[in-house]
């Protein structure tokens, strides 16, 4: 890493995938990543030993001090903060309520980097709910943090294209590199004093709520354009599943069937073809062609491998 006298004393607050790019940018710009702020380590796998966030992982290769509270509200731990005498924070996905009194600290406040247009889809849900709601285009904002949930300042916003084959994980993925630039920038019209802060429009304010796993049972009298969606917007987690003998079974790719209108008498869930290209699936309207999926206890397939070894003839998925 470089230092100029244009870099900055930066803090960093993430812990997901999502906030990697940004941190691997500032490491490799001229301003100084002084500390990082993640969540505590979790357990995670199935011995469920306690494992570094992916934050974390690049904050140590790069022998960054990190730091891990429960809560950001204790005079002790902002104390810590102040000491590091950061002029910039800059937040992505960190997970934690940063108060007033964390706002204030740094020169330049508080940026944070969130997957949506805002203030179109606040909250911890951006990305899938997007893709769920059939949005055409989403994108990145950088605001100035503000006490409220995601009501800050619009610094800078950059739109991204949604397309009907997106995922959660390639739009997360296209997201995260695309936050990545667009904080440096904002960064560097901060520092020459041109940024131009824009309120945001509470009228059109509209929350990404967390998604349950339950939310993930497809309906199969819904819309094959509705399932595909959501089967799209929960690809990788939580995952949209249907019944099958009693047990989920996820549905991880699909597509819906260009096709005339479907007979009125046929039950939703019920199986119209199968084939190596994708087993058919009747819905409330249209049919819903399902292209890979997972059985429990086994690793996602796609629809060819689960053939050789299974079949759906008959069958009415959801019952």
Request: glycine content about 8%; aromatic content about 4%.
């Given at each position: 890493?470089?230092?100029?006298?244009?870099?900055?004393?930066?803090?960093?607050?993430?812990?997901?995938?999502?906030?990697?790019?940004?941190?691997?940018?500032?490491?490799?710009?001229?301003?100084?990543?002084?500390?990082?702020?993640?969540?505590?380590?979790?357990?995670?796998?199935?011995?469920?030993?306690?494992?570094?966030?992916?934050?974390?992982?690049?904050?140590?290769?790069?022998?960054?001090?990190?730091?891990?509270?429960?809560?950001?509200?204790?005079?002790?731990?902002?104390?810590?903060?102040?000491?590091?005498?950061?002029?910039?924070?800059?937040?992505?996905?960190?997970?934690?309520?940063?108060?007033?009194?964390?706002?204030?600290?740094?020169?330049?406040?508080?940026?944070?980097?969130?997957?949506?247009?805002?203030?179109?889809?606040?909250?911890?849900?951006?990305?899938?709910?997007?893709?769920?709601?059939?949005?055409r285009e989403t994108g990145i904002t950088i605001m100035q943090m503000a006490a409220g949930l995601d009501t800050g300042d619009i610094l800078?916003?950059?739109?991204?294209?949604?397309?009907?084959?997106?995922?959660?994980?390639?739009?997360?993925?296209?997201?995260?590199?695309?936050?990545?630039?667009?904080?440096?920038?904002?960064?560097?019209?901060?520092?020459?004093?041109?940024?131009?802060?824009e309120r945001q429009d509470e009228l059109l304010a509209v929350y990404a709520h967390k998604i349950s796993k339950a939310e993930g049972k497809i309906d199969w009298s819904k819309p094959a354009i509705e399932i595909d969606r959501?089967?799209?917007?929960?690809?990788?987690?939580?995952?949209?599943?249907?019944?099958?003998?009693?047990?989920?079974?996820?549905?991880?790719?699909?597509?819906?069937?260009?096709?005339?209108?479907?007979?009125?008498?046929?039950?939703?869930?019920?199986?119209?073809?199968?084939?190596?290209?994708?087993?058919?699936?009747?819905?409330?309207?249209?049919?819903?062609?399902?292209?890979?999926?997972?059985?429990?206890?086994?690793?996602?397939?796609?629809?060819?491998?689960?053939?050789?070894?299974?079949?759906?003839?008959?069958?009415?998925?959801?019952?």
């Amino acid at each position: 890493m470089t230092e100029n006298s244009n870099g900055l004393r930066v803090l960093y607050a993430g812990t997901p995938e999502f906030a990697v790019p940004a941190l691997q940018a500032l490491i490799e710009s001229p301003h100084q990543v002084v500390a990082v702020y993640t969540q505590p380590d979790r357990p995670s796998g199935r011995g469920r030993k306690l494992s570094y966030g992916a934050v974390k992982q690049l904050a140590v290769e790069h022998q960054i001090p990190v730091e891990q509270p429960e809560s950001l509200k204790m005079e002790a731990v902002q104390q810590t903060l102040r000491n590091y005498q950061p002029d910039i924070m800059v937040v992505a996905a960190y997970g934690l309520i940063l108060p007033q009194s964390v706002l204030d600290i740094p020169r330049y406040g508080c940026l944070n980097i969130h997957a949506s247009l805002l203030p179109r889809w606040r909250g911890a849900a951006p990305i899938q709910r997007a893709i769920q709601a059939g949005d055409r285009e989403t994108g990145i904002t950088i605001m100035q943090m503000a006490a409220g949930l995601d009501t800050g300042d619009i610094l800078l916003q950059s739109g991204c294209p949604v397309s009907d084959r997106d995922t959660g994980q390639t739009l997360h993925d296209k997201l995260a590199q695309q936050g990545a630039r667009d904080v440096l920038r904002v960064i560097e019209q901060l520092q020459l004093g041109e940024s131009q802060p824009e309120r945001q429009d509470e009228l059109l304010a509209v929350y990404a709520h967390k998604i349950s796993k339950a939310e993930g049972k497809i309906d199969w009298s819904k819309p094959a354009i509705e399932i595909d969606r959501m089967i799209r917007a929960f690809n990788p987690r939580p995952s949209a599943f249907t019944e099958y003998h009693g047990k989920p079974m996820k549905i991880h790719r699909s597509h819906v069937k260009k096709t005339s209108a479907m007979r009125k008498d046929i039950m939703p869930g019920s199986i119209l073809h199968e084939s190596v290209e994708g087993i058919e699936v009747a819905t409330g309207d249209g049919i819903l062609v399902i292209t890979g999926l997972q059985m429990p206890g086994k690793k996602a397939m796609q629809v060819a491998d689960f053939l050789n070894g299974h079949s759906l003839s008959s069958v009415v998925l959801g019952r």
